[in-house]
């Protein structure tokens, strides 16, 4: 007698790995992957590199997401500590045995080459949430200046390779934690200040290459063929934009390779010659849309471990479009920062769903318990 098993559909299958997820929060992903890869299409036009290997990574980052997504704050916390120590040790390893590539020690070979910074994006708020959440209720002002000695061991190390983009970013991410487990504003002023005090001090520690690129931002007219080259393309292209762009694939700046970078670092200038102020406003409405709802979600999270993370990983996205949106513009010093979601690369692309992923579990969590 033969058996039958009636297995049910592979819709209703799938449905308890996404039971509970915040659908606002995923359509204003799905918005940003989706513009992103529009704009990317016309960017990698005549760059030799293949839009499929953009599609991949979009796909492996999706399969990231809904994984992570699966994992409660929780767990998250349990693996808080590990995930640091594995970090800065990787950091310190990289210090050690990296490889280098144009002057910088930013690579581990591991059997593949690995940027072990990357990790601490995601590691950093980690820990120190986990921190915080272990003083909750005792939380004093020593607590603060634990926090910013364990954020501070690897920035250093990443300021060493050196990253000065991963470094602000990686300090980004931990400062974030800080702010909002309750440090207080004369702190913040007083940080300021001895920042400020400081100035003279970090200029003297900078590599040529960054004092050259705090100078092009001063005056990018002092070396318009040199250094300054890249950042004036960048703004003739979002100019000519104007308010409704010149077409998309008809971008002349972009596809006779006067923009730099055009499909990483100053994607945003392919968007805004193409697409112009409106395509320019479209994307930062999805943006702010995105960072108002992870806020949300943030405020609404029922442990102070999971304020902390959805708070500071929302925000992570803000500093990240902010950077890259300023110095494509000409208002900040360029400094490598990728536009999320937007710009070509695996790395940045993965990190960011799996910081997605994070907030989806948190809202998620909040859901399940709730019904």
């Given at each position: ?66 994984a992570v997504a699966q994992v409660p704050p929780q767990r998250l916390m349990q693996i808080a500590p590990p995930l640091y120590l594995f970090g800065v040790a990787l950091l310190v390893a990289t210090a050690l ?244 979601f937007v710009s070509y690369g695996g790395t940045a692309l993965v990190t960011l769903m799996l910081g997605s992923g994070i907030l989806l579990s948190i809202a998620r969590s909040k859901r399940l318990v709730q019904?």
């Amino acid at each position: 007698m033969n058996t039958v098993i009636d297995r049910p559909p592979l819709l209703r299958r799938l449905r308890p790995l996404v039971a509970g997820f915040d659908l606002p929060l995923l359509a204003g992903l799905v918005v940003l992957v989706g513009i992103g890869a529009v704009v990317l299409y016309s960017a990698l036009q005549g760059q030799g590199i293949s839009f499929a290997d953009q599609l991949r990574n979009i796909g492996v980052a999706w399969l990231v997401l809904f994984a992570v997504a699966q994992v409660p704050p929780q767990r998250l916390m349990q693996i808080a500590p590990p995930l640091y120590l594995f970090g800065v040790a990787l950091l310190v390893a990289t210090a050690l045995f990296g490889d280098v590539h144009k002057g910088a020690r930013r690579w581990l070979d591991v059997g593949v080459v690995i940027q072990p910074s990357e990790i601490m994006k995601i590691a950093m708020p980690l820990m120190l949430a986990w921190y915080f959440q272990k003083r909750e209720g005792l939380i004093a002002l020593r607590d603060f200046g634990v926090a910013a000695l364990l954020l501070a061991v690897p920035v250093a190390l990443i300021m060493k390779q050196p990253d000065l983009g991963t470094a602000m970013l990686v300090l980004s991410t931990g400062f974030f934690v800080i702010f909002f487990a309750g440090l207080s504003w004369r702190v913040l002023a007083l940080l300021a200040l001895l920042a400020a005090g400081a100035a003279p001090v970090l200029w003297h520690f900078m590599h040529d290459y960054q004092r050259q690129r705090v100078l092009m931002l001063l005056d990018p007219q002092a070396d318009p063929l040199g250094t300054g080259f890249n950042i004036i393309q960048s703004m003739i292209a979002i100019g000519s934009g104007g308010v409704w762009g010149q077409g998309y694939l008809h971008g002349t700046q972009a596809h006779l390779n006067f923009i730099p970078e055009s499909h990483t670092d100053f994607v945003f200038a392919v968007l805004a010659e193409e697409w112009g102020l409106a395509g320019n406003l479209t994307l930062i409405a999805a943006y702010l849309f995105f960072i108002m709802r992870g806020l949300y979600i943030a405020a609404g999270a029922p442990t102070l471990f999971s304020r902390l993370l959805a708070g500071s990983i929302t925000m992570i996205f803000f500093t990240y479009a902010f950077v890259n949106m300023g110095m494509v513009s000409g208002i900040l010093p360029v400094v490598g920062v990728p536009l999320p979601f937007v710009s070509y690369g695996g790395t940045a692309l993965v990190t960011l769903m799996l910081g997605s992923g994070i907030l989806l579990s948190i809202a998620r969590s909040k859901r399940l318990v709730q019904s």
